[in-house]
């Protein structure tokens, strides 16, 4: 109950859009009041489209490894709130979430009290993993964005490592209408001085991404330049790698996740990592420490397996960018004959996009809706998918729940002909959702 009456008052600060005001102030404001917590430590801080949490969970697995002790903040979450704040690998007990959102609630009453503008849900959250991180100490934090990056409520921590995972089309109404403006928000994230790895580009983000990095004398390392993957394998549960890192060759590296991208994220990582430590200066990292740290690695909702006979995948693909690399994945990794997939998804999405790109992929879509309140309502959505996917392939369920049960239920039905599964996608939400349905059954 404790928790309810946190989760409570967080609630009524989720921000409508006039409330979307692109400036540092009241964040700037909290820390200022609790001390500047998000300075006691070094931090590595994330932005890009698609990828920042599997990114930022590696990181964190490896810098475990060289027995650092890190702090995590990742959005959003999968069961539980508490999951966006981790230090050492764990997430905050729902007593130390509690007694850290009462510490810092004082000082958040006063930045409201100031301010025209009351402090929003992601604010008092990164609020809270900065005194969170402080408090236990970390020996360094690990960030992602919420969203954006110059404007973003993490970026006041200014690290001087910094990675830019692949940028795409997605916020467009807050971030901009092309691949340039998203980079220019994103590309905030850079500051003087920082390391900076760079993921591959589309050529027009790659030019703003390193004018700003030439602006503000960073270092950059660029995947396919001073990083990246030289060769990878599908491998039981997962892919061995071999990664270019900036100190050097890193061979045999086993990571328990599917996809082309998942090894392009592990050579970020591994790349951030080896930056952080000084790595590319003074030659290769221990080669068996990085094995350890990837292979203890887990991302969970990216291509997830819950389920066996059929096979039951959940993947948090929510935008047109993501749902290409999800359906690449698929192909590589996954042998299915007859794949149906459940999908639900938030109204503000290009959810045409996406389910063009999912189109090839699947023999049949069951549509739903989720419980957000951003949910796209579950006609519209079948309305959609008809036109994507004709009507023969397409069925209309109003609860995940009965979604889920329909969509196993075709796929049993191919299952004497073996390759059938079901892969659930289209929103974090629904993949948290999904999750707590099937562990429920």
């Known amino acids: 109950m404790t928790l309810q009456r946190v989760l409570a008052d967080l609630a009524t600060r989720y921000p409508s859009e006039d409330r979307m005001v692109p400036d540092l102030e009241r964040i700037s404001l909290l820390c200022d009041l609790l001390g500047s917590p998000q300075k006691a430590y070094p931090s590595i801080h994330l932005t890009g489209t698609n990828g920042k949490s599997s990114t930022a969970r590696m990181i964190d ?33 729902e007593e130390r979430f509690v007694e850290v959102y009462d510490e810092i609630a ?68 807050l971030l901009g209408t092309t691949l340039a403006e998203i980079a220019t928000e994103k590309a905030g994230i850079i500051h ?22 030439v602006e503000v004398g960073a270092t950059v390392a660029r995947e396919g330049l001073e990083f990246g993957v030289v060769s990878r ?25 599917h996809g082309a991208h998942q090894a392009a994220n592990a050579a970020a990582a591994l790349a951030a990592v080896e930056a952080f430590l000084g790595g590319g200066d003074k030659g290769m990292l221990d080669v068996e420490l990085v094995r350890e740290g990837f292979a203890r690695t887990s991302s969970p909702g990216r291509l997830e397996v819950v389920r066996t006979s059929p096979t039951v995948l959940l993947d948090a ?17 996954f042998a299915f004959t007859h794949l149906v997939a459940v999908v639900a998804c938030l109204g503000d999405k290009d959810v045409l996009a996406m389910l063009e790109v999912l189109e090839p992929a699947v023999a049949q879509v069951v549509v739903t809706q989720n419980s957000s309140p951003r949910a796209l309502p579950v006609d519209r959505l079948a309305d959609l998918a008809r036109d994507v996917f004709g009507e023969d392939r397409v069925t209309v369920e109003d609860s995940l729940d009965d ?11 191919e299952a004497e002909y073996g390759g059938a599964g079901v892969v659930v996608t289209g929103s974090v939400v629904t993949v948290g959702e999904a999750r707590t349905l099937l562990r429920r059954d």
């Open 233 to 257: 394998a599908t491998a039981v549960g997962g892919q061995l790698l071999t990664l270019q890192g900036l100190g050097g060759r890193y061979d045999d590296v086993y990571l328990p996740l």
């Open 192 to 213: 003087p001085g920082a390391s900076v790895v760079l993921s591959q580009q589309e050529p027009e983000a790659a030019e703003v991404l390193l004018r700003r990095a």
């Open 106 to 173: 004082p000082f958040v009453e006063m930045v409201d009290s100031r301010s025209p503008v009351p402090m929003t849900f992601f604010e008092v959250l990164t609020g809270m993993a900065f005194a969170a991180f402080a408090d236990s100490p970390v020996d360094v934090a690990v960030l992602e964005v919420g969203l954006g990056g110059l404007w973003d409520a993490t970026n006041v921590v200014e690290a001087a490592t910094s990675v830019v995972l692949p940028i795409g089309l997605d916020h467009v109404p």
């Open 317 to 333: 693909a929510h935008n047109a960018h993501g749902m290409t690399a999800t359906v690449a994945a698929l192909a590589d990794a």
């Open 403 to 413: 979604a889920l049960s329909t969509a196993v239920g075709l796929a049993d039905a």
């Open 61 to 93: 697995a490896l810098l475990q490894g060289f027995g650092l002790r890190p702090g995590r903040y990742t959005s959003p979450h999968l069961d539980s709130v508490t999951e966006r704040i981790t230090i050492d690998g764990q997430p905050l007990s």
